[in-house]
């Protein structure tokens, strides 16, 4: 008997063909959307290093050490609130890079109006709460010694508006990502140093004496760019981004997806991952002076743009494990972390070795980086780029658990480590107790997960049946 499926409720809509490439799935497509993305961030990468540079060179030079100690502390903010999307990504990525068709998949428009709704309150929120802690006067007691006196809590505070206001918009990178082009957002992306430069250029041109309130700008910025990168998105999705749009609104009457099972682990690496991993500058702040502080902002600057790269490339395996595990195949990423791990200690070794050049151009012989701040800088790139493909391969339901888990037990000892060793090591204590909680809550434990998931489906194979078959008759052998 034939059933038939009543088609959802709504105008119909032609939708357009598929925005992927067709050949999305093939293996060697794979490969060339990770150095379609890590190319074009590496791309970007020089002019936003050499131009980043030219940014620290001003501040210091025209506001003073205390101007970029403070720069860097509040720039890290943003690092510390991916929470506040309370684990959207995971659930638009999952159901965007999944979808055959998400143009017109139903599951796809659900997922994206639970998510903007989602977004939206969350922004609310974080704007209810960034204007309460600086009316309040809290931000010198969160942030510590690294916050410049008087106008350093006004500038905060605009900082985690700005956050706020771009939480909406950042669904347009996910979108992008799930459609298999994670590159189109990185490059829109990495005009925001020539922009924040471009600013600051105009306020040095015009006098004005605004060394307290240049963290704004790179978060002014991003608002922006965030905003370009959702029109594209809704571009690529149409008509679907117009039928999300009109559903959102109507509370009661359009009902949403389901986004929980990936959305709350997701949420809990979004909270614990920050803590773990950027509280490093807030540690610095109260455990040393403002010149251990610029030490970590400077190396930090110069070694980030490694995990750029990884992560550029990496958030393009979201998608295909996605797809993979949909179609019901498991592929390994165990080939993929060898490679992200040899690119990122290349890198690593090459910056290393370019650092006192680098310095002398970026702080003007200002600040001095140790071979210990260095290495265990390039150590730490090499782990976040080895965990990467392991990561993106625990992107269901299940995964996304595990991970949560990992990092919620491995967190009170990286928080610890890097307290304790940041006042003997300076500036390398916090990130020696990152490389600590990296190996061992997301590098050996995701590589275990994944081995045994590996087997697990292996196991599950139906094995082939053996038939003899006659040569001349073509019947059974019995």
Same mark, same amino acid.
């Given at each position: 008997m034939t059933r038939t499926v009543e088609p959802p409720p709504g105008p119909t809509v032609e939708a357009g063909p598929d925005p992927r490439p067709a050949d999305s799935g093939d293996r060697r497509s794979v490969w060339t959307a990770m150095a379609r993305s890590g190319g074009v961030r590496l791309l970007v990468l020089p002019v936003s290093a050499l131009l980043g540079i030219v940014v620290t060179r001003l501040i210091i030079e025209e506001y003073g050490e205390?101007?970029?100690?403070?720069?860097? #502390?509040?720039?890290?903010?943003?690092?510390? +609130?991916?929470?506040?999307?309370? @684990? /959207?990504?995971?659930?638009?990525?999952? !159901?965007?890079?999944?979808?055959?068709?998400?143009?017109?998949?139903?599951?796809?428009? %659900? $997922? #994206?109006v639970t998510a903007v709704r989602v977004l939206v309150g969350s922004a609310v929120v974080l704007l209810l709460?960034?204007?309460?802690?600086?009316?309040?006067? +809290?931000?010198?007691?969160?942030?510590?010694?690294?916050? /410049?006196?008087?106008? @350093?809590?006004?500038? =905060?505070?605009?900082?985690?508006?700005?956050?706020? *206001?771009?939480?909406? *918009?950042?669904?347009?990178?996910?979108?992008?990502?799930?459609?298999?082009?994670?590159?189109?957002?990185?490059?829109?992306?990495?005009?925001?140093?020539?922009?924040?430069?471009? $600013? +600051? !250029?105009?306020?040095?041109?015009v006098d004005l004496p605004a060394g307290s309130a240049v963290p704004v700008v790179p978060y002014a910025t991003t608002l922006l760019l965030?905003? $370009?990168?959702?029109?594209?998105?809704? &571009?690529?999705?149409?008509?679907? =981004? %117009?039928? $999300?749009?009109?559903?959102? &609104?109507? +509370? &009661?009457?359009?009902?949403?997806?389901?986004?929980?099972?990936?959305?709350?682990?997701m949420l809990v690496q979004m909270i614990a991952l920050p803590i773990a991993m950027q509280t490093d500058r807030i540690v610095l702040s109260h455990r040393s002076s403002t010149e251990v502080l610029a030490e970590y902002n400077l190396a930090s600057q110069m070694f980030t743009p490694i995990w750029a790269v990884v992560s550029a490339a990496g958030v393009t395996l979201w998608p295909v494990f996605a797809r993979a595990r949909a179609r019901g195949r498991d592929r390994s990423p165990f080939p993929m972390a060898a490679v992200f791990g040899a690119v990122a200690a290349a890198m690593g070794l090459a910056v290393a070795l370019a650092a006192p050049l680098l310095t002398e151009l970026a702080s003007g012989g200002r600040i001095t980086l140790g071979p210990l701040l260095l290495v265990s800088f390039a150590v730490l790139m090499v782990l976040q780029a080895v965990k990467y493909p392991l990561g993106m391969f625990m992107t269901d339901a299940r995964g996304l658990r595990f991970q949560a888990m990992g990092i919620v037990c491995a967190l009170p000892l990286n928080v610890a480590l890097s307290w304790f060793l940041a006042g003997p090591l300076g500036a390398a204590g916090p990130v020696i107790g990152s490389i600590v909680g990296v190996l061992c809550s997301q590098v050996l434990a995701s590589a275990w997960y994944v081995r045994r998931r590996l087997r697990a489906a292996a196991a599950a194979q139906p094995a082939p049946q053996e038939v003899a078959v006659d040569g001349a008759t073509g019947g059974d052998t019995r």
């Open positions: 205390a101007a970029f100690a403070q720069y860097g #502390l509040l720039v890290g903010i943003g690092a510390l +609130l991916p929470f506040a999307d309370l @684990g /959207m990504s995971a659930a638009v990525m999952n !159901a965007v890079g999944a979808s055959d068709s998400p143009r017109s998949d139903e599951h796809v428009r %659900r $997922v #994206l709460f960034a204007a309460a802690i600086t009316s309040l006067g +809290l931000w010198p007691a969160l942030l510590g010694k690294g916050l /410049m006196p008087g106008s @350093g809590s006004l500038a =905060a505070g605009a900082c985690l508006a700005l956050i706020a *206001l771009a939480m909406p *918009l950042g669904i347009g990178q996910r979108v992008l990502s799930g459609l298999g082009r994670n590159h189109v957002s990185i490059a829109v992306l990495g005009l925001q140093t020539p922009l924040v430069l471009a $600013v +600051l !250029a105009v306020l040095l041109w965030a905003g $370009v990168c959702t029109l594209l998105a809704a &571009r690529a999705l149409r008509p679907a =981004a %117009r039928d $999300v749009l009109r559903r959102v &609104r109507h +509370l &009661r009457t359009e009902r949403g997806g389901q986004v929980l099972d990936v959305a709350w682990p």
